[in-house]
């Protein structure tokens, strides 16, 4: 026993030397390089054979160590459609090593902070890695002011990038973003096509804020929609009849509750203000279980979480959901991926290291 145990010091003091040695961290480093920017095996995501969601940032406003701000992509025919970039939001793309030249557009729901911040990044970062033209922004009115504000405050770094890789590399005119404006205030209506992808806007309820929309996306049969920032809304429940996928926005109003009392303990009057105003304009886990049964979703998956539970007891988000919708939701984490095969068959949840 006692010669085991020195053979085991032996052994664990062998290998911290090794640590210390160049040719050993040398090969560590090239190892941990090559595995964050090796993406050969994300071309699979773009196969041809389902309508794919992946969640780029599950997050609220609210901070979070594994979480990014509200993110979704949609992969369909070999591109990716971001639908709100939310603070961090292109740093998990980043990590999720997702070829950002395949970006084929970015749709805002709505101007709220969470949902716009990483706009300037997703623009720069997938020029650089050669997106073949400008970036389509869709959004509701408004859109044109906020794509406005982000050329101009990338307006200096653009020109330092032609500047410094030069023009052949990064044509200017590529790194632009081009807003497309569409009001859809008195209901829903198409956005835009991609070949046999279709994409419909739709009008939610995030009052005061106004506009705000959620978006449907059809590819080859199979369908998900996306319900933006919204009170439980039945405009939602009747754009979402039938789809596959519902990813919805929750909050879950008795941990924000609460948050304000333990804000007002902690002496944070201002945090507590907010934490009381915004359960008006927010969907609860139980309320979108029951948009989803309306709805008659496959899958229900909750994103926008507020709060972002933590991993250990995320549970509790959920409390009271299993009642009304006893399978069929997930709570979404950044990296998770829906894929639903074109084939038909039953949505299919993973997630991407
Ligand atoms: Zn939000
Ligand atoms: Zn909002």
Redesign the pocket.
């Given at each position: 026993m006692k010669k085991l145990l020195l053979a085991l010091v032996a052994l664990i003091a062998i290998s911290l030397a090794a640590f210390q040695l160049p040719a050993v961290q040398d090969r560590l480093v090239d190892q941990a390089i090559r595995r964050n920017m090796d993406n050969a095996d994300r071309g699979a995501l773009f196969n041809d054979d389902a309508l794919r969601l992946l969640v780029c940032g599950s997050s609220?406003?609210f901070p979070s160590e594994d979480r990014a701000r509200?993110c979704l992509a949609v992969i369909a025919g070999g591109k990716f459609y971001v639908v709100d970039t939310g603070p961090g939001s292109w740093n998990r793309m980043a990590l999720l090593r997702i070829p950002g030249e395949r970006i084929g557009g970015v749709l805002l729901t709505h101007f709220?902070s969470?949902?716009i911040g990483d706009l300037g990044e997703f623009n720069m970062q997938t020029w650089v890695a050669g997106r073949p033209g400008p970036l389509p922004v869709y959004g509701p009115p408004g859109v044109e002011r906020v794509v406005a504000g982000y050329t101009e405050a990338y307006a200096l770094d653009n020109g330092y990038r032609v500047a410094h890789h030069s023009a052949e590399f990064l044509p200017p005119g590529k790194g632009l973003m081009e807003a497309h404006a569409v009001d859809a205030h008195d209901g829903a209506r198409p956005l835009f096509t991609d070949g046999e992808l279709r994409v419909t806007i739709f009008p939610v309820h995030h009052n005061p804020i106004e506009p705000a929309v959620g978006y449907r996306f059809d590819y080859k049969g199979r369908s998900l929609v996306i319900s933006g920032?919204t009170t439980k809304d039945p405009r939602l429940t009747a754009v979402a009849r039938g789809a596959d996928l519902l990813a919805h926005?929750a909050q879950n109003q008795e941990l924000v509750a609460r948050m304000a009392s333990l804000a007002g303990e902690l002496d944070r009057p201002r945090l507590k203000k907010v934490l009381g105003d915004i359960p008006s304009y927010h969907t609860s886990p139980v309320e979108a279980a029951g948009v989803a049964n309306e709805a008659g979703v496959k899958l229900l998956l909750l994103y926008?979480l507020t709060p972002p539970p933590p991993r250990a007891v995320e549970g509790v988000f959920l409390r009271g959901v299993a009642a009304v919708r006893p399978q069929g939701v997930a709570l979404a984490h950044d990296g998770d991926l829906v894929e639903l095969p074109l084939a038909g068959g039953e949505p299919k949840l993973s997630r991407l290291r």
């Open positions: 609220s406003p509200p709220h969470d949902h920032d926005e926008h």
